[in-house]
């Protein structure tokens, strides 16, 4: 938003600036007014004006006067200008303002005096280090409460009192050590606290959240998930805590959640995920699992299991997931992947492999497939059989393996590939991968990578842009044209001379 309004800023200054516009800004219509690089709030905005944007200045104070006789003003959003202090009611008498931001400011508390009109107000990255039951007295109409990345140490009903219409509420990134309920704010729909310093969630804190759909509480030092979540949850993001172990009977009541986040913990099993029957994403990367979670939800679909200990891929995991659509495998110690193991995936179109210890591609992988990554893992070759099925193949990452040769068929057999990731394979440029090259430009497959290691004479050099290569190999196919046709050549005489000598015999040995 606000690299938009500073190219729209740059085009009004650049094409003339209103004659009724102070210096510095640009008015479009009398009624958007866009400032930078002030000293102080400038005289002579006109009364019009519905939305004031002031960036990058030096505004260390805000008064009351600076707003004087703009009566009409809706939105104010100042960016990076230094400001420390706000004057007491400075916006008391803007009736109709809706929309109050402070982005990177200095800042030490909230603004007193908010308008009752206030809906939307955003304090993010300043120096606020508590919140007052004053604050936001009598803002019944406040829908949007942000206060990222300031210095925060705790949050209570007392300091959130009267937002009856609050829809957001943010503070991540602040010091915030504690969290009491219940928090009255019965409209709340998204809640986070992310990258704070909690160590636990008092279970009432939820008691009258009965429509919050998105709670996060990302980046803190929880050991466990909350208990007595609303059952009106859709996410919960519990990634980069402390958790070794998820009990899911205490949130089985929670049968609207579709998305569960709890990548970066300490867990070394995930069981009783089936009991969330509705969880359509389910993220655990980096964490202990040495084993795939059992009994997954039969409607999850993205399963993110990256950067864990994992070492086999079974059927048995994937028989129920038909809705599944991408899976995350990569950086595991995967070494066994059962051919067939993900047949019953039947609308499977991203599976990440990358980084594992596989020496093959695995078989019999789903139809649907359209992108398909192997980097980094220990495969020797590429063939038809392991490929054949995969018409919908769009993207294939073979990155660092231990490929030396294409399989013709292999390639023929992909009809929709369009990006093939080569480099890092000990490539042995004979001629016959030139017969690749022309089959994969036919298809205007984009290929990255694909440098000779052998033979010798031609180590380093790409088998996809080489001249020289094709040099050699066109004299190499003209040497083996003229091969063949001496060849015929003698074949033929080879076989008038054999007529000759029958027909000789025939005539020694002719019978009436």
Same mark, same amino acid.
């Given at each position: ?280 994403? &389910?993220?655990?990367? /980096? *964490?202990? #699992?040495?084993?795939?979670?059992? =009994? !997954? $939800?039969?409607? +999850?679909?993205? %399963? @993110? ?45 991203? &599976?990440?492999?990358? /980084? *594992?210890? #596989?020496?093959?591609?695995?078989? =019999? !992988? $789903?139809?649907? +497939?359209?992108? %398909? @990554? ?45 990006? &093939?990731?080569?480099?890092? *394979? ?7 991968? !030139? ?78």
């Amino acid at each position: 938003m606000h690299l938009l309004c500073a190219c729209l800023l740059w085009f009004s200054l650049s094409n003339g600036l209103s004659a009724d516009c102070p210096g510095r800004c640009s008015c479009e219509s009398m009624q958007f007014v866009q400032c930078y690089r002030l000293m102080e709030v400038p005289s002579g905005i006109p009364s019009t004006t519905k939305s004031l944007y002031i960036s990058h200045s030096k505004i260390q104070h805000l008064q009351l006067s600076n707003f004087t006789g703009l009566l009409a003003l809706e939105d104010f959003i100042l960016l990076a200008s230094g400001t420390e202090s706000v004057e007491n009611d400075t916006f008391k008498t803007l009736s109709t303002l809706r929309t109050l931001e402070f982005w990177k400011n200095k800042l030490r508390r909230v603004p007193s005096a908010l308008p009752a009109s206030l809906e939307v107000l955003k304090l993010n990255e300043n120096s606020i280090c508590a919140l007052h039951a004053s604050d936001f007295e009598g803002l019944k109409k406040l829908k949007v409460l942000e206060l990222k990345n300031n210095l925060i140490s705790s949050l209570s009903p007392s300091m959130l009192p009267s937002l009856i219409s609050l829809r957001s509420l943010m503070v991540d990134g602040n010091n915030i050590e504690s969290l009491a309920g219940p928090l009255s704010l019965p409209h709340l729909k998204y809640m986070s606290v992310e990258n704070n310093k909690l160590h636990l969630i008092p279970g009432n804190v939820f008691t009258s959240l009965q429509n919050l759909q998105f709670l996060s509480f990302s980046g803190n030092f929880l050991t466990k998930i909350p208990t007595n979540l609303p059952k009106s949850l859709l996410s919960l993001k519990m990634e980069r805590n402390q958790l070794k172990v998820v009990r899911f009977r205490d949130v089985r009541h929670l049968e609207n959640l579709s998305r569960l986040y709890l990548s970066e913990n300490f867990l070394s099993s995930i069981d009783g995920v089936q009991l969330l029957t509705n969880l359509t994403t &389910l993220e655990v990367s /980096q *964490n202990r #699992l040495q084993t795939l979670p059992p =009994r !997954l $939800p039969a409607r +999850l679909q993205k %399963l @993110d299991c990256s950067s864990n200990f994992i070492q086999k891929v079974a059927a048995p995991e994937f028989q129920d997931l038909r809705d599944l659509k991408h899976l995350f495998l990569d950086n595991n110690v995967v070494s066994v992947f059962e051919a067939g193991a993900l047949q019953k995936c039947s609308q499977l179109s991203n &599976l990440a492999l990358e /980084q *594992n210890l #596989l020496l093959s591609i695995p078989l =019999r !992988l $789903p139809k649907t +497939l359209a992108r %398909l @990554d192997l980097k980094g893992n220990a495969i020797q070759n590429m063939s038809e059989r392991e490929l054949r099925d995969l018409k919908l193949l769009q993207v294939l990452n073979l990155r660092n393996n231990k490929i030396s040769a294409l399989d013709l068929k292999a390639l023929e057999g992909l009809p929709r590939l369009r990006h &093939l990731y080569l480099d890092g *394979n000990p490539w042995n440029c004979t001629c016959s991968v !030139l017969r690749a090259r022309e089959v994969l430009k036919a298809k205007g497959t984009d290929v990255k990578g694909g440098q000779c290691a052998a033979p010798a004479e031609r180590q380093g050099e790409s088998w996809m842009s080489s001249k020289k290569i094709v040099r050699q190999c066109e004299h190499h196919l003209h040497q083996n044209e003229k091969s063949k046709e001496n060849k015929k050549k003698l074949k033929l005489e080879d076989s008038s001379s054999s007529r000759l000598s029958m027909d000789d015999d025939d005539d020694d040995y002719e019978i009436d």
